[in-house]
């Protein structure tokens, strides 16, 4: 895996937590809780596992899927931001004693003081292991202890971090982003990035401005899925989440969610609900990449976008300036009737107004 390692951290006292819930053969129903012990954590269950997991359970939307809209089930990765907490996780198909398997199994860990990519590097090698081994037992006294076991080496994994030992923050850096414009995943001539940018600047405005304190408060939350762009999941996570900590404003919670066996991530921004969690199951088929839309965009915005990137590229602007004139005015993406078309396309297939 290429080294991630980047920021740097004040804090000399870091506490590792690690947590896990959801179904194990080692509980008749949903497991007792364990590590859940930090408000992060808390909520991080609240809001993945009980709206999103539950809510679409509860609701079918995943059953009304036919074979080529649905993925086969729960294996992701996933990285989520909120405030200053940061939890990286997995989560994968599972079951209860009595063989119940509509839920899965989630372990995630946070570490305060830590940055997002300590988390990248150390905890996500780590849960993986949790996984084939909580595959492995049956019983719910060799889950918590392998939790334990987790939670101790990462917190000497933790205790012995150097921030002055570590490479720069690349995947947020312009450079990266250019070459994340360029990637062929995005189909290589940079339309599929415009396309995606056009959908940032139509879409998410009020989560993107840092000097609009509370600009998002109240905002529905709003979900992307794009092209991994990475086969590990860790670089891909990292990848992506470069671009939108480099345009959100910090305040907005950001959820990144990468399937193993596939090839995209879904992006969850702002107070995620039910329904942004339908993509958890939802093939490419029920979700296209927000870079294959066929918006169409206005030259003006086609030639402005490409600048930018260049600029990136060069070093020479900060990767915030994304979609304004040189005036300071936004830059029209001009006409819909791609999106609209597309759209319509949607409605026809799903039904709704």
């Given at each position: ?36 012990d930090t408000d992060a954590l808390v909520g991080l269950k609240r809001s993945l596992y009980m709206e999103g997991v539950g809510g679409n359970i509860d609701a079918a939307t995943w059953e009304k899927l036919d074979g080529a809209r649905r993925i086969s089930g729960f294996h992701h990765v996933f990285v989520w931001q909120a405030g200053q907490a940061r939890i990286a996780g997995r989560m994968w198909a599972s079951r209860d004693g009595k063989g119940r398997s509509r839920y899965p199994m989630v372990v995630c ?245």
């Open positions: 895996m290429r080294r991630i390692l980047s920021q740097q951290t004040t804090d000399d006292s870091p506490r590792a937590h690690v947590a896990a819930f959801g179904k194990h053969p080692g509980w008749d129903d949903h497991i007792a809780d364990i590590g859940l860990a946070q570490c305060a003081g830590r940055p997002l990519a300590w988390l990248l590097e150390k905890a996500l090698p780590s849960l993986e292991t949790v996984e084939l081994r909580a595959k492995e037992v049956q019983t719910a006294d060799a889950v918590r202890a392998l939790i334990d076991e987790t939670r101790a080496a990462l917190q000497a994994d933790a205790d012995a971090y150097d921030p002055n030992a570590v490479p720069p923050d690349w995947y947020a850096s312009g450079r990266a982003l250019a070459q994340l414009a360029g990637r062929a995943e995005l189909g290589g001539d940079g339309v599929g990035f415009r396309r995606l940018l056009y959908k940032i600047e139509r879409d998410l405005g009020p989560f993107l401005d840092p000097r609009r304190a509370g600009a998002a408060s109240g905002v529905p939350a709003q979900h992307l899925r794009v092209p991994a762009c990475e086969n590990d999941e860790a670089p891909s996570l990292a990848l992506w989440y470069g671009l939108l900590s480099a345009l959100l404003s910090p305040a907005v919670p950001l959820l990144l969610i990468r399937p193993v066996q596939e090839t995209w991530v879904d992006i969850i921004l702002g107070e995620a609900r039910t329904p942004q969690f339908f993509c958890l199951l939802a093939s490419r088929e029920s979700i296209p990449f927000a870079s294959d839309i066929p918006y169409t965009l206005d030259p003006a915005f086609m030639a402005h976008a490409a600048r930018i990137v260049e600029q990136w590229a060069n070093g020479s602007v900060d990767p915030r300036q994304l979609l304004m004139a040189e005036d300071g005015s936004r830059v029209d993406a001009g006409p819909e009737r791609g999106v609209k078309r597309w759209l319509g396309q949607m409605k026809a297939i799903f039904g709704g107004g």
